[in-house]
C-alpha cells in the first residue's frame, strides 16, 4: 500500500461530516423533559453517553438530545442520530437502527429502510466497516436509541 | 545467573531479530510495536522451547511413572528454579505458579486476607493501581467488611509520600502497591516504602508485572512480602505468572483452590494437602507456557537487565525530548523516576481516533484507560495514548511515532 492509498483509507474512515459533526455535535443537550432516554457505554473504550427523547402522545418523536463523550466517530454518529429521527414515529426511528447497525456490521447492505426516511447522510459512517475494532463506537448511540426505546432497558452497552 | 553475552546497551540493536512477530508490515507499513506493557512479543527462544515441548515432551505432570511425564515434570519444574533465581527468592517452594499476576494478588486477596480481615481492618493501595491491584481488595473488603483505602498521587504522576504515610496505621493489614505504573510509568520507590510499612507491622504485595520486564529485582532485598508477576509481559507467554511469597506466611495460608496436585491424601472426611508450593497448584497446570516462561527467563538474563534498562532508559529519554517538540502534545505521567512507559495526548484527539490513525501507518500503541480507570479519573481524562518500550525497539520505532503523530494533526487539522 502507498502512501496516498494510505491517506484515502484514513479520509474515507475521518470524513468532513464525520469530522465536522465530532467538532461540533448537533444537539448536544440534555432534555430535563425527556419521556425516555438511555445511557449507552463502550465498556472497551470508555465511550459513555446519554440520549434524551421527548415522544408526544401521538407516539412521534419531538426532541432529541444527547451528552456525553468518546471519539470522534461515537460523537459523530450520536449527532447524526439526533438529527435523523426527530419527527419520526417511534417506529420509523427503532426502523432506523435496525437499519443503521444491520449496515455498519455488514448484517444487511442497504440503508433504504424506513420508508420516507433519507439515511443517506449516514453512508458517511461506512469508513468504519473496514475497521472491526470501531464499529461499536459507531452502532453506541443507535444502540442507546433503541434501548430508550424498549421499557425494559436503560443502559446499552455495544458488549 | 548467568553471564550476559552482550558487553554494552549499544549491542541490543541486535536482539531485534530475535522477535519474529517484529518482522512484518501491517498496513503497508513495517510494524513499530509500542505495546510491550500490554503484552511483549516473545523470541525465538521462547517459541522454539514452547514448540518443542508440544512436539516431543507433552505429557501431564507430577503424575506418571513414564518417560514422557518425566521429561515435563523436569522442564516444568526447571522453570520454576530459573524463576527463584530471576527473583531472588530464597527456597524454589516461595515459587507459586498461577496464571498470572491477576490471579496471584487474587490468592494473597482471599488465602491470606480473608482469613485475617475484620471489620474495620483496612487495605491500602494507591491511586495508580491496575484493575488487578484494585478489585481484588474490593472483593474482599467486601466479604469481610474491611474497608479498602487509597493513597493519592501527584500531578506528576508519583504517589504522595507523606499522605502514604499517613494513611498506614495499625488498621492497615496489607498494602497493596505496583512496581511500575502500567498507565502512567511511575516507578515506586519501593525500597523506601516497603521499609515504612515494615516498621508498622504492616503486610506488603508488590504487584510487580511492570516491574520484571524492565529493570532486576530481588524480592529478599526489597523486603516486601508477597511479589506478583506475569510472564507474557516479561517476553514469555500468556496464562503464565508467579506469586512470591515469604515461606512463613504461604506456609500458614489456607489452599485457594481445591483439585488435584494439591493434595497428599483424599478420603470423603478429610484431604491432607500437598506441601508449598503445590499447596497452592490445584488442577494440571499451563505446562507448555510455564516452560516458555523459564525460556523467557534464559532470554532476558542473557540480554542482561542492566542492558535493558540502559537501553530502555536512553530510548525514552529520547522519545519524551521528540514528543514534547510535537505541536498540541501533552505528557501524562512525568514523574523523576519514570519506566520505559509513556502516556500522552493530541491536542483534542480522542485516543481511539489517535490509535486508529496511528494503527493506519503500522504503528502499535495501547489507547483508553490502561485497566486503571482511577488514575484516569485523577487527571480528569477518559484516556490516553500510550506507547510503551520494550528491549526491542529503536530510536528508527520513536521517529515513526512521531511522523506518524503528525499525520493525525494533519487528519484533525
Not at chain 1, 23 to 28: A, D, G, I, S, Y
Not at chain 2, 109 to 123: E, M, N, T
Not at chain 2, 256 to 272: A, Q, R, W
Not at chain 2, 310 to 316: A, D, G, N, P, V
Request: net charge negative; aromatic share 6%.
Amino acid at each position: 500500500m502507498n502512501a496516498s492509498h494510505d491517506n484515502s483509507e484514513l479520509q474515507e474512515l475521518y470524513r468532513d461530516l464525520i469530522l465536522d459533526h465530532a467538532r461540533k455535535p448537533r444537539n448536544f443537550k440534555r432534555l430535563d423533559n425527556a419521556t425516555h432516554t438511555a445511557q449507552g457505554i463502550n465498556p472497551l473504550c470508555g465511550d459513555k453517553l446519554r440520549l434524551y427523547l421527548c415522544v408526544d402522545p401521538n407516539d412521534r418523536i419531538i426532541e432529541v438530545g444527547f451528552e456525553g463523550s468518546g471519539c470522534a466517530i461515537s460523537m459523530a454518529s450520536a449527532s447524526l442520530l439526533t438529527e435523523t429521527v426527530e419527527d419520526l414515529s417511534v417506529e420509523d426511528a427503532d426502523a432506523c437502527f435496525g437499519a443503521v447497525t444491520g449496515r455498519l456490521t455488514r448484517q444487511s447492505t442497504d440503508i433504504a429502510a424506513p420508508r420516507n426516511v433519507d439515511l443517506t447522510k449516514l453512508k458517511a459512517l461506512d469508513g468504519v466497516r473496514e475497521h472491526p475494532s470501531r464499529i461499536k463506537c459507531a452502532t453506541l448511540a443507535w444502540h442507546a436509541l433503541h434501548a430508550a426505546l424498549d421499557p425494559s432497558q436503560s443502559i446499552a452497552t455495544t458488549e | 545467573m548467568s553471564q550476559p553475552r552482550l558487553n554494552s546497551p549499544t549491542d541490543i540493536a541486535t536482539c531485534r531479530d530475535d522477535f519474529p512477530a517484529l518482522h512484518q508490515e501491517v498496513n503497508g507499513h513495517a510494524l513499530v510495536y509500542l505495546d510491550s506493557a500490554a503484552s511483549a512479543q516473545q523470541p525465538t527462544t521462547v517459541i522454539d522451547a514452547v514448540a518443542r515441548y508440544q512436539r516431543e515432551d507433552h505429557a501431564n505432570v507430577h503424575r506418571g511413572v513414564h518417560t514422557l511425564s518425566h521429561r515435563a515434570t523436569e522442564l516444568y519444574e526447571g522453570a520454576r528454579d530459573k524463576l527463584r533465581d530471576f527473583v531472588n527468592a530464597s527456597s524454589r517452594t516461595e515459587i507459586v505458579l498461577t496464571s498470572g499476576t491477576t490471579e496471584s494478588i487474587n490468592l494473597v486477596a482471599q488465602s491470606y486476607c480473608r482469613p485475617l480481615l475484620q471489620p474495620g481492618d483496612q487495605v491500602l493501595i494507591t491511586w495508580l493501581e491496575h484493575h488487578s491491584n484494585i478489585v481484588p481488595w474490593q472483593l474482599v473488603c467486601e466479604q469481610t467488611g474491611a474497608e479498602l483505602i487509597v493513597a493519592p498521587v501527584n500531578d506528576r504522576g508519583e504517589v504522595e509520600r507523606d499522605q502514604l504515610r499517613d494513611l498506614m496505621t495499625e488498621r492497615v493489614k496489607l498494602l497493596g502497591i505496583g512496581h511500575v505504573s502500567n498507565a502512567l510509568g511511575t516507578i515506586n520507590p519501593l525500597s523506601e516504602i516497603i521499609a515504612e510499612a515494615k516498621n508498622l507491622g504492616i503486610t506488603v504485595l508488590v504487584d510487580g508485572a511492570q516491574g520484571v520486564p524492565h529493570m532486576t529485582v530481588d524480592v529478599q532485598a526489597l523486603g516486601c512480602d508477597f511479589y506478583a508477576f506475569s510472564g507474557h509481559k516479561m517476553y514469555g507467554p500468556t496464562g503464565t505468572g508467579v506469586l512470591w511469597g515469604r515461606e512463613a506466611l504461604l506456609e500458614e495460608m489456607p489452599p485457594y483452590k481445591g483439585g488435584g496436585d494439591m493434595i497428599l491424601e483424599v478420603s470423603f472426611d478429610h484431604t491432607v494437602f500437598n506441601e508449598l508450593p503445590y499447596k497452592f497448584e490445584a488442577g494440571t497446570p499451563n505446562i507448555a507456557g510455564t516452560i516458555g516462561f523459564g525460556a523467557a527467563v534464559d532470554y532476558l538474563q542473557s540480554v542482561g537487565l542492566e542492558n535493558i534498562h540502559e537501553h530502555e532508559k536512553s530510548l525514552h529519554d529520547y522519545m519524551v525530548h521528540k514528543l514534547v517538540d510535537v505541536d498540541g502534545i501533552r505528557l501524562i505521567g512525568t514523574a523523576a523516576d519514570q519506566a520505559s512507559v509513556q502516556s500522552f495526548l493530541l491536542n483534542d484527539i480522542h485516543p481511539h481516533d489517535l490509535g486508529t490513525i496511528l494503527d493506519h501507518q503500522g504503528v502499535a500503541v495501547r489507547t483508553g484507560h490502561h485497566c486503571a480507570m482511577p488514575v484516569m479519573q485523577r487527571f480528569g481524562l477518559p484516556g490516553t495514548t500510550r506507547a510503551s518500550l520494550g528491549l526491542y525497539n529503536s530510536s528508527d520505532d520513536i521517529d515513526r511515532l512521531i511522523s506518524a503523530l503528525e499525520k493525525a494533526r494533519q487528519v484533525f487539522a
